[in-house]
């Protein structure tokens, strides 16, 4: 953040200072005491799991200049030694603050905005995107996925004046919330990766999904710019929601403004294919990545650049050179020529079938495990997505299947109904996963190749530590 006054921010934010210079500047702003570091202005957010304000002592002890709170909690400082010199703000809700502050700090700069959403892939589209652009723009890019009310407002405060670019991905859980983060960043260009199934529990349907990622579209403005997936059965809404706009088509299988053709994998290593634009003009591309759906992503990430006037040099460069996110599709190499192909950021049943399809190409001959933990806010439909994933997994003839989780004996139970011989499925309860690890070191085989999967709170990728700790006592390099 670039130096503003304290005096500036009250004003914005409407809060009263109960303590501290007003004419200070301060460039930094923390809403973590753990990750605080001397010379931030410390943000007391109330979230689902924590309240800011018992960690105001340790933010001060840890060199903050100051302190955001709520109106009234000042009494819990009364008892406190505070330096004069720190900077005390009270304000009616410090979230609300700290949003309003950023959409006034954004307003600073002239940026042209590329935002991000879809049921799938819009995290690993985001990095793509920045990734191609960054060869020819200074920009910036939500870290991770701060995609919510709270990641977004904190990216804005990263913006400076050399800034051309701000490229964001934007989540939901709800109808309403991603025409809320589009005030604070309205997007010149929306890309909408895909309409599918992830939180139909919170949602109630895909319909109501394709509502609440269409708000993307809806906040563009005449002169906005759409990249849709032409494959997508949901594109035709897309597409008429943005009607009179111009807009973007990728694809693999209808004719589109980008498309891949004759898609080859590399072995283990990534993928090969012909990169074609509406233009006539086609590149081959290698893409370090695996997985049919990371293709989707890169047409997605290419279709921006091209909307952009990027030659296509530099977005064959830009694939080129990418390098797969933590937990998305991640492989490691052990000795016996063991492989694990770590994908355990997140899991839907789209993810989760594109992943076990992905293991089956790559595995080819080889001995095919998969390790599948639970697909969380499914709602109604829990036992139905986790049974289609059981058949799928049957269907690909994976030879061991180990499931985490009550969903994940829906999967196990399924894939046995459908034919997969009982002593090659075994299953654990989230908290047995050091055991699940040593059954795996147990089973494992010279040039097997394994899969880890589930949705983010199932934190699958702790097996794969507990068992590279086993692993690695039993067979040293």
């Not at 196990?412 to 699940?436: C, D």
Request: proline share 2%; hydrophobic share 40%.
């Amino acid at each position: 953040m670039e130096n503003c006054k304290i005096e500036e921010l009250i004003k914005v934010v409407s809060g009263k200072i109960i303590q501290g210079d007003q004419d200070y500047l301060i460039n930094r702003i923390s809403i973590d005491s753990r990750t605080l570091t001397p010379g931030d202005l410390f943000f007391a957010i109330i979230g689902a799991y924590f309240d800011g304000h018992n960690f105001i002592i340790e933010a001060f002890n840890k060199g903050a200049v100051g302190v955001v709170i709520c109106k009234g909690a000042s009494i819990l400082l009364q008892n406190e030694q505070i330096d004069k010199n720190k900077i005390i703000i009270e304000v009616k809700d410090t979230l609300s603050a700290l949003q309003d502050w950023s959409k006034h700090y954004k307003d600073k700069f002239k940026t042209f905005n590329i935002c991000v959403t879809g049921s799938n892939g819009k995290t690993t589209t985001k990095e793509i995107i920045a990734h191609i652009l960054s060869q020819e723009f200074p920009l910036l890019k939500t870290s991770g996925n701060y995609n919510n009310e709270i990641g977004i407002p904190l990216t804005l405060l990263q913006l400076n004046r050399l800034h051309k670019l701000l490229v964001a991905e934007m989540g939901m859980r709800g109808l309403g919330e991603i025409s809320t983060l589009t005030n604070f960043i309205p997007p010149d260009l929306a890309v909408i990766t895909n309409i599918g199934e992830a939180h139909i529990g919170l949602l109630g349907s895909k319909d109501n999904i394709f509502k609440a990622k269409s708000e993307l579209l809806q906040s563009l403005d005449k002169n906005g710019i759409a990249i849709l997936n032409r494959d997508d059965p949901y594109f035709f809404k897309m597409s008429k929601v943005v009607k009179g706009k111009k807009i973007y088509t990728f694809g693999i299988e209808s004719k589109s403004d980008i498309m891949a053709r004759n898609i080859r994998i590399v072995g283990d290593k990534g993928m090969r294919f012909t990169l074609e634009v509406q233009n006539g003009k086609s590149r081959e591309i290698y893409f370090p990545l695996l997985g049919r759906y990371n293709i989707y992503n890169a047409l997605a990430a290419s279709a921006v650049a091209f909307a952009l006037g990027i030659e296509l040099d530099l977005i064959e460069r830009g694939l080129f050179s990418f390098k797969p996110l933590d937990l998305h599709m991640q492989l490691s190499n052990f000795n016996k020529g063991i492989k694990i192909l770590n994908d355990s950021y997140n899991a839907s049943p789209l993810s989760v079938k594109s992943a076990l399809e992905t293991l089956a190409e790559v595995a080819q001959n080889n001995r095919k495990i998969a390790i599948l933990g639970d697909m969380l806010e499914l709602g109604e439909k829990t036992g139905f997505y986790h049974r289609e994933i059981g058949k799928e997994v049957a269907k690909l003839s994976i030879d061991v299947l180990i499931t985490v989780g009550q969903g994940g004996k829906i999967i196990a139970q399924s894939s046995k109904e459908e034919g997969m011989a009982k002593e090659r499925v075994f299953s654990f309860e989230k908290n047995e996963k050091i055991n699940l690890a040593k059954k795996l070191l147990s089973l494992i085989k010279p040039g097997d190749f394994i899969l880890l999967k589930g949705s983010r709170e199932m934190k699958m990728e702790e097996i794969l530590e507990f068992w590279q700790k086993e692993y690695q006592k039993n067979n040293p390099a």
